[in-house]
């Protein structure tokens, strides 16, 4: 399955009828979700029954694990394993967000709900408007509260009286959480950077109008869900995870919320001890983690995105250079040798020529695009027919 080109959800829809009891409850869909990373806005695996051709990105992967999250709930509200209600329902559901209010989703809320709708909508809702060239700092533009559209999904499903004001909430107590577990810590360091991650990633809630006093643990006599209460606490100790050992404030907080969450003190520990194995695990493929200077990241994410782009256009760019032999000849004397001033000249206006005629390849011709060429040249090698036609339904 390639989740960057048309027909991926219809390939997930095919692919998951075959495992309609892979989660037989919301309970294993959640622990899955976090092994994923899902659940903390770390984008790092997806489910073990969908196939794919190619590395994915992290907002490929991000997507994927959303519509999987999203069409596990519906399963097990509704008892309906019917894909096109499936996907009429979720259009239903953002509308009743008012997220056309948001433009991203403007006009994808709009006309026709089907398949190839969905994914522009689900698309969007991962990106949230932002460009290729600020997405190739990683994590600091993906959606790191994704999973708030889970939760509520599911009291859509079942018929919450006010759903946007439950969307607005969630939100709200989550941000709360995270500012109080890292103003427990006696230094802050890294968790900074995911306290950054939330703000920016919040749909529902105007934190220009939020309260972060601590006064929410009174919110905490509403009537949250289990699946709720442990989201927060995942949050929690998603914030305190650096130091690996709490200190005496730290661990009394996370307590105090427990209690205030009816958890015990043993499941608050084993929360705590997930949350840092899963990030002991993956801390090197954890963006915000890293000391990377700027210009490492955005280089290193750009080689990411480029790198996609030529895979998910290969058949069309290989044809192209093809009709070219003077370029292919020079891309193929830059491999051994240094071209000259005039060479370089030419491979660069020959290969601008061929992005103007590949939509998707527009990134190049953006102010500063030709800056990446050198890194898709080194990436021409990798021009793979597999990586086409992925999504295909025999």
């Known amino acids: 399955m390639n989740p960057s080109a048309s027909g991926w959800i219809n390939?997930?829809?095919h692919?998951?009828?075959e495992e309609s009891e892979i989660f037989p409850n919301f309970e294993i869909l959640y622990q899955e979700l976090k092994r994923t990373?899902?659940?903390?806005?770390?984008?790092?695996?997806?489910?073990?029954?969908i196939t794919v051709e190619h590395n994915l990105t992290e907002d490929e992967i991000a997507k994927i694990n959303l519509l999987n999250a999203l069409y596990f709930t519906y399963q097990f509200e509704k008892k309906d394993s019917d894909f096109e209600r499936f996907v009429n329902t979720v259009f239903s559901y953002y509308q009743s967000l008012e997220v056309s209010k948001i433009?991203?989703?403007?006009?994808?809320?709009?006309?026709?709900?089907?398949?190839?709708?969905?994914?522009?909508?689900?698309?969007s809702r991962?990106?949230?408007?932002?460009?290729?060239?600020?997405?190739?700092?990683?994590?600091?533009?993906?959606?790191?509260?994704?999973?708030?559209?889970?939760?509520?999904?599911?009291?859509?499903?079942?018929?919450?009286?006010?759903?946007?004001?439950?969307?607005?909430?969630?939100?709200?107590?989550?941000?709360?959480?995270?500012?109080?577990a890292l103003n427990s810590k006696e230094t802050q360091k890294e968790d900074d950077r995911l306290v950054q991650l939330l703000d920016s990633s919040l749909t529902y809630l105007d934190l220009d109008q939020a309260n972060l006093d601590g006064t929410y643990r009174e919110l905490f006599k509403e009537n949250f869900t289990e699946c709720e209460k442990d989201y927060f606490m995942d949050m929690a100790c998603l914030t305190l995870w650096e130091d690996k050992l709490l200190d005496r404030k730290e661990w009394d907080y996370i307590l105090g919320l427990g209690r205030d969450l009816n958890k015990s003190e043993k499941e608050v520990k084993s929360t705590l001890d997930f949350v840092q194995f899963f990030f002991k695990k993956n801390k090197s493929k954890i963006g915000y983690l890293n000391d990377k200077n700027v210009a490492v990241q955005f280089y290193e994410g750009m080689s990411k995105n480029v790198?996609?782009?030529?895979?998910?256009?290969?058949?069309?760019?290989?044809?192209?250079?093809?009709?070219?032999?003077?370029?292919?000849?020079?891309?193929?004397?830059?491999?051994?040798?240094?071209?000259?001033?005039?060479?370089?000249?030419?491979?660069?206006?020959?290969?601008?020529?061929?992005?103007?005629?590949?939509?998707?390849?527009?990134i190049f011709m953006l102010p500063g695009g030709a800056v990446l060429l050198?890194?898709?040249?080194k990436l021409i090698p990798?021009?793979?027919?597999?990586?086409?036609?992925?999504?295909?339904v025999d």
């Open 11 to 13: 390939k997930f829809g």
């Open 15 to 17: 692919l998951v009828k």
């Open 37 to 49: 990373g899902f659940v903390y806005g770390i984008h790092i695996d997806i489910p073990k029954f």
């Open 103 to 123: 433009s991203f989703l403007n006009k994808i809320l709009s006309g026709s709900q089907t398949e190839s709708q969905l994914e522009k909508l689900i698309d």
């Open 126 to 180: 991962i990106y949230l408007g932002g460009n290729a060239f600020n997405r190739a700092f990683g994590n600091s533009l993906t959606n790191s509260l994704l999973y708030v559209d889970v939760l509520i999904f599911r009291i859509y499903l079942q018929a919450h009286p006010s759903v946007i004001e439950h969307a607005r909430l969630l939100e709200y107590v989550t941000i709360n959480i995270a500012y109080q």
């Open 307 to 362: 790198g996609k782009l030529i895979l998910r256009n290969s058949k069309r760019l290989k044809k192209e250079l093809a009709e070219s032999k003077e370029l292919v000849s020079l891309l193929s004397k830059s491999a051994t040798k240094e071209l000259d001033a005039a060479e370089r000249k030419k491979v660069q206006n020959q290969l601008l020529d061929i992005f103007k005629t590949i939509p998707s390849l527009a």
């Open 374 to 377: 050198p890194i898709f040249i």
């Open 382 to 392: 990798k021009l793979l027919p597999s990586a086409f036609d992925d999504n295909r």
